[in-house]
């Protein structure tokens, strides 16, 4: 017999459609923010934009049409929102983590992307900023 066809070979792992997972996002979320590590930073609020990428793992099997059944827009606006409500803030880096961190609270959210900018920081530019992924642990 020859060797070659003699050879097991183990499967080859391929993806549960159970652990599919769904991207849901907000983008452009403009808001008035206390932010800034200057002086001049904290007489006035600035103009951010944030934008959240998460990817969601979803219950399986066919859709129930029902809102419980997802990671609601509502949600994610509420909660960023309420984060830059709670007061100054020095970094765009700690406004995006405190985001991400709040966002993986939920067990469904794999993996946050949070993109925090100030927008009228340099007239030459749009904007200036940090982007940040977490995943859950």
């Not at 652990?19 to 907000?26: D, E, G, K, P, Y």
């Not at 709670?86 to 985001?99: D, F, K, P, Q, S």
């Amino acid at each position: 017999m020859n060797k070659l066809f003699a050879q097991v070979v183990a499967p080859v792992a391929r993806p549960s459609a159970e652990r599919a997972l769904t991207r849901v996002f907000i983008r452009d979320l403009v808001l008035d923010a206390m932010i800034g590590a200057y002086e001049h930073e904290r007489d006035k609020p600035q103009r951010i934009r944030v934008n959240l990428d998460l990817q969601v793992e979803l219950r399986p099997g066919p859709s129930r049409d029902h809102l419980p059944d997802v990671v609601s827009y509502d949600t994610m606006v509420a909660t960023v929102k309420e984060i830059v409500a709670a007061g100054h803030v020095n970094l765009c880096e700690t406004l995006a983590e405190r985001i991400a961190e709040r966002l993986l609270i939920d067990r469904r959210v794999r993996v946050a992307t949070v993109r925090v900018e100030k927008l009228d920081v340099f007239a030459e530019a749009a904007s200036i900023g940090v982007e940040i992924e977490r995943r859950q642990t």
